[in-house]
């Protein structure tokens, strides 16, 4: 059964620098997501991008976020400059339609 | 916004008894309600979903009811076992949008 899949699953770096996370979603998906998880918390929604561009963003992805399709299968959230609590779980999810959708294994990101 | 609240935070149940997670939703115009199952270190995986034109789904094990009126849904487990043992999250999706809004989780621990 094809799954969403993100790299790396463990990210560690130093305040105030970029990061960029990869997913690849399922091939025939069209809707792609970013979420986020806090240690200890609820799955936090961040954006959502459909045909080429971002359709919704939480007050969470302000400027120092942005997210691409780089090309025909990645999916990418980049964080400009880290802070400390950007430090969370960040998932991945993809859906054909709206709904269901199906979550990558996550990557955690820890800024020192 | 849409605004999900889920109780209880923890719930333990002896092996072979059922369990019962409840959720209230805030925005009337919510459609699309997954349920997720989250081992530890593990990503969210959809268990079951109802959408709003439906009462209850069955599936195995669980189900799902929904009322609308009262806008509150729940999970039912029956015949509970070790493997159930993992963090339950509710989630809402308000009509038109594609973002998905998580409760805080249930932490469920099955007691031999």
């Known amino acids: 059964e094809p799954e969403v899949t993100q790299t790396p699953s463990h990210q560690v770096t130093q305040m105030g620098q970029e990061v960029i996370l990869r997913c690849v979603p399922i091939?025939?998906?069209?809707?792609f997501y970013w979420y986020r998880q806090i240690l200890g918390q609820k799955v936090e929604f961040l954006v959502s991008?459909?045909?080429?561009?971002?359709?919704?963003k939480s007050e969470i992805f302000d400027d120092q976020f942005s997210v691409e399709r780089p090309d025909g299968s990645n999916f990418t959230l980049k964080i400009r400059s880290t802070k400390l609590e950007d430090s969370a779980m960040y998932f991945c999810a993809s859906s054909e339609g709206v709904a269901p959708q199906f979550f990558g294994p996550g990557t955690r990101l820890t800024v020192l | 916004g849409e605004n999900v609240e889920q109780h209880p935070s923890t719930l333990s149940v002896q092996e072979g008894d059922s369990a019962v997670i409840k959720c209230t939703y805030s925005d009337s115009a919510s459609n699309y309600f997954p349920w997720y199952k989250q081992e530890l270190g593990k990503r969210p995986q959809l268990i079951i979903d109802i959408r709003s034109n439906v009462g209850e789904k069955k599936d195995q094990r669980i189900a799902v009811t929904l009322n609308k009126t009262a806008k509150h849904f729940s999970l039912h487990i029956t015949e509970t076992q070790p493997e159930d043992s993992a963090v339950y999250f509710c989630?809402?999706?308000?009509?038109?949008?594609?973002?998905?809004?998580f409760g805080k989780g249930t932490r469920l621990h099955i007691l031999p």
């Open positions: 991008f459909y045909n080429n561009e971002i359709s919704e």
């Open positions: 091939s025939n998906h069209l809707y």
């Open positions: 989630a809402a999706t308000p009509n038109r949008d594609d973002k998905i809004i």
